[in-house]
């Protein structure tokens, strides 16, 4: 079919859709919105060989209101071909006759062409791919860029079937490219001075290939390279340059050099005096040179400046002389000019005074200051043991005495007289001195040097007479307690300072012989009090005593002397008393007196009573209560154990009714070690409560506020009133509960009391009530009955907790289920499945959307199920997650938002409408076929 021809026949059903649309009504009762569709063309390639093939995607996005799309791809036949048959997209789904849609793809229309042409009249084209095609690149295909053109026309549905706008974004970006077998560059390895460019070329092999060259450099801070493949050496190093062309690489080691261009000398001097020195040095263009940097140092005259091969340049006469430096090949020279300045005389200090031991270093005077005759000078000393003298002037002080120094340079001398002595320095003193008042010491000293020769008399001044004196001889007298500092002056004001601590020796401790004591009532003990320390310079060594109660203990003085006895006396009342012995200054000691009260006699508790099964403990009463023995041991005894059993830490257990003497053997140990033994004697009554008729028949079920619901358990235990019988009763039995369900299938109930509703219904819960004495003997058995009810709450639906129409492959949601009602007592396991797993999977309401289709998910529960069908889209660049939202059952359906489908009177019309649309495809398929067969 001819291209005109195709867009005849496609104007033709355009306009006819669109003319039906306008006569139906069927757009939107409000204002449409500017809508702008978006085609995206991919391809899943971009570099395509002979004999390839690779496949085009056509997609749309953001159509709102166009109700018809011509969309028309244009190729290179010359290049491509059509392989097998184009691919309807998404946008094509849910198209039907029925809804009055037109719609086709088709291809090689005028042998370079795929068409696709949509026409609806219920909704704007669908969103999403149009089209896919596959194409084949021809094995004659020339090589280079591969493109299309487009012709697309979308239409509104109103009746003047307005065209609306478009955008149309190829990002294809094609090309027939010869695959590369190989690529070589005209060189392997260069070397480039840095700065300066070389040319590099590639061939790729086999010729015409269309690969373009990509070059590069491994290291640009070496040698950068453009795209044509021209190299510049940057910095000083070695780069690799590769050339890559369809997977293919060779490559050429660069290596940067930086030749020396010229050198230049520098120095500080250019002018100097004989026997001077002065450093040369050579500045390289470039300083970071790649050529040897070795200089050769040279002087054309030899006999007024020479230079070593450090370019120390030596000044040795009047006159000129130049320098020269050579480096390879390259030369620079330096002029120098020596001068000489003659010596007339020189001079030292006539006289100077040096501390033994001291240094001073004598300076020579030259006349004039700026000679350039030889300035070496030779020292003398006509004592070298009084004052010795080195090479550079500098005299040592060795003892006292005079000598003469001589300084001489070449003929002329110069005389210093230097003067040793010893000055005092320090005087060496103790820096403290600790006396006691009363005490004298003479403070010694040394003078340093020994042998000073200042010969003024050491004088003493102490800065606190009060405290302590000082005479002439340096013989201290201290007076009380303080400190002060005695000074030792010499001369020169030499001073030394000794600190003088001068303390007293108090009474600090009293010492008792015995720190604790116990004296039986009527008996006597002695105590001796000491002060301390012995040194101590007090002269009241007094003791006073005292009883802190003298009802307990009285002592036999009230004062006496540090080391004598007192006597201490037990009354009768019992009870403790400190003693206490003080100096005058308060320093005490205390020593504790005990006169022990005894026990005289034990007693048990009379009377005592206690159920069987129950506990109580018997303590032992002491007489009297307040007493200082100690209970070591408590021997328990029970003539009846089988009636009321005792254990050894006193405590008693009812085994069984009855009565039996209890005893217990007290052993007491006294303060002084005395073991005393006692006996006390107690009857203990057991009892038991039982629970008896009187109180089984008080035992009852609570009724139930609400029915049993099935799946629901409850214990019935607490439903009962028995524990508290038994608690506020005391009851002693051994209480047994057998629990029956009369209706097992109802509800069961297991024998702890635990009942679980099963189905709906009514069951009688019994429970037999038992009790035993303490022999095992029943001695009551009750059953008490309640009826419950078990309830069924039964599913009545079920739905998804959200409505999900569109997906976009890749991602997920999760539907939750909602049970009607809430509160069901029906399994809530849900069976979850999709329509098509390749399309849609679901694990636990998690959807997760695989592959562009339709495909509906459902839950089930029971019998109760609920469904949703869910279009994927592909996920392309540009569209968004989510569709336009249009509902495919709206369109077959009833639509609320657009009224009425069919008014009264509107019959006729329809028929009408229906034979015209019939008319219409008749003439399409005629003139098709007759273009097809007609050449």
């Not at 000074?487 to 012989?513: M, R």
């Not at 057991?686 to 629901?712: M, P, S, W, Y």
Request: net charge negative; charged share 20%.
């Amino acid at each position: 079919m001819k291209k005109k021809h195709f867009k005849r026949i496609m104007a033709l059903m355009l306009s006819f859709v669109m003319i039906m649309g306008a006569a139906f009504a069927m757009t939107p009762n409000t204002v449409k919105a500017a809508s702008e569709a978006t085609f995206t063309v991919t391809a899943d390639k971009k570099e395509l060989h002979r004999g390839d093939q690779f496949t085009v995607t056509v997609s749309m996005a953001d159509n709102v209101n166009a109700y018809g799309l011509q969309y028309e791809l244009f190729y290179d036949a010359a290049k491509v071909s059509v392989a097998g048959e184009p691919q309807k997209g998404t946008v094509f789904d849910g198209l039907s006759m029925d809804n009055m849609d037109v719609y086709m793809l088709t291809s090689d229309v005028a042998g370079s062409c795929v068409a696709a042409n949509i026409g609806r009249t219920e909704a704007p084209v669908s969103n999403g791919t149009v089209m896919m095609i596959t194409f084949e690149v021809l094995e004659d295909a020339a090589v280079g860029d591969l493109g299309f053109t487009y012709n697309i026309m979308i239409a509104a549905g109103d009746k003047d079937a307005t065209v609306l706008e478009h955008t149309n974004n190829d990002q294809t970006d094609l090309s027939v490219v010869v695959p590369v077998t190989g690529i070589s560059l005209n060189k392997n390895e260069t070397t480039i001075a840095r700065g300066a460019t070389e040319q590099l070329t590639a061939a790729v092999e086999p010729e015409g290939t269309g690969s373009t060259v990509a070059w590069a450099s491994d290291n640009e801070k070496v040698a950068t390279v453009d795209e044509t493949g021209l190299v510049t050496a940057v910095g000083k190093g070695t780069a690799n340059i590769t050339a890559t062309a369809g997977g293919q690489s060779a490559s050429c080691k660069v290596t940067v050099n930086a030749p020396l261009q010229g050198i230049e000398i520098t120095g500080e001097q250019s002018t100097i005096k004989k026997g001077q020195t002065t450093q040369l040095s050579v500045i390289y263009d470039p300083e970071d040179t790649t050529d040897d940097p070795t200089v050769t140092w040279s002087s054309d005259n030899e006999k007024v400046a020479t230079v070593d091969q450090t370019g120390l340049v030596k000044a040795v006469a009047d006159g000129t002389a130049n320098i020269k430096a050579k480096v390879g090949t390259l030369e620079a020279t330096y002029a120098i000019t020596v001068q000489e300045v003659k010596l007339n005389g020189i001079s030292i200090k006539d006289a100077t005074t040096i501390h033994r031991g001291g240094k001073e270093t004598l300076e020579v005077t030259y006349d004039p200051e700026n000679t350039t005759d030889d300035k070496t000078v030779t020292w003398e000393s006509s004592d070298p043991t009084v004052a010795a003298v080195d090479g550079s002037g500098t005299v040592t002080a060795v003892k006292i005495g005079s000598a003469n120094i001589t300084a001489t340079v070449g003929s002329y001398k110069a005389v210093c007289v230097v003067t040793v002595d010893a000055p005092l320095e320090s005087i060496d003193a103790p820096d403290t001195l600790e006396l006691v008042k009363n005490q004298t010491a003479v403070i010694g000293y040394e003078l340093v040097p020994s042998d000073t020769t200042d010969k003024a008399p050491v004088t003493f001044t102490s800065s606190d007479p009060t405290v302590a004196t000082i005479d002439e001889n340096g013989k201290v007298t201290a007076l009380k307690a303080g400190t002060t500092v005695i000074t030792l002056k010499g001369a020169n004001d030499v001073t030394a300072e000794v600190t003088v601590t001068v303390t007293e020796i108090p009474i600090d401790s009293v010492s008792l012989d015995k720190e604790s004591a116990v004296v039986e009532k009527g008996q006597t003990t002695e105590l001796t009090a000491v002060v301390g320390p012995e040194t101590t310079t007090d002269e009241n060594k007094s003791i006073k005593w005292s009883s802190s109660d003298p009802s307990v203990a009285t002592v036999s003085t009230e004062q006496t002397n540090s080391g004598e006895t007192v006597t201490v006396t037990a009354t009768d009342k019992g009870g403790t008393a400190t003693i206490t012995a003080e100096a005058w200054n308060g320093t005490k000691a205390e020593c504790v007196i005990t006169v022990p009260v005894h026990i005289e006699n034990v007693t048990l508790p009379q009377d005592v009573t206690l159920n069987r099964g129950r506990t109580t403990v018997l303590d032992v009463v002491c007489d009297p209560e307040e007493n200082d023995d100690t209970i070591t041991s408590v021997e328990w005894q029970s003539d009846a154990p089988e009636v009321a059993f005792i254990y050894s830490d006193g405590t008693i257990e009812g085994i069984k009714e009855g009565t039996a003497n209890i005893t217990a053997k007290v052993t007491v140990t006294t303060l002084t070690n005395e073991t005393k033994e006692y006996t006390a004697q107690t009857q203990v009554a057991v009892n038991e409560n039982h629970l008896d008729a009187g109180l089984g028949e008080t035992i009852v079920f609570e009724d139930l506020e609400d029915a049993l619901l099935k799946g629901q358990s409850i214990d019935m235990y607490e439903q009962m009133n028995l524990y508290e019988i038994l608690s506020q009763n005391d009851i002693t039995d051994i209480v047994t509960i057998q629990w029956t369900s009369s209706d097992e299938d109802v509800a069961a109930i297991d024998q702890t009391g635990r009942l679980t509703g099963l189905k709906k219904g009514s069951t009688t819960i019994t429970a037999v009530v038992t009790a035993e004495d303490g022999e095992g003997q029943v001695v009551g058995e009750y059953t008490v009955e309640t009826e419950v009810e078990v309830k069924e709450i039964p599913l009545e639906s079920i739905a998804f907790d959200k409505i999900i129409k569109e997906m976009v492959v890749g991602s997920s949601e999760t539907l939750h289920i909602i049970y009607n009602p809430e509160n069901t007592t029906d399994l809530r396991d849900v069976k979850w499945s999709s329509s098509d797993e390749a399309i849609l999977s679901v694990e636990n309401g998690k959807v997760t959307a695989l592959k562009p289709g339709t495909a509906t998910i459902t839950a089930k529960v029971g019998d109760k199920e609920v469904s949703c069908e869910i279009l994927v889209k592909a996920a392309e660049s540009g569209q968004p997650g989510q569709g336009s939202g249009t509902d495919s059952g709206n369109a077959a359906g009833a639509n609320t938002d657009k009224g009425d489908s069919v008014r009264t009177g509107d019959t006729a019309n329809i028929i009408l409408y229906i034979a015209l649309l019939v008319g219409a495809m008749a003439a399409i398929v005629i003139i098709w076929r007759k273009r097809r067969f007609t050449k």
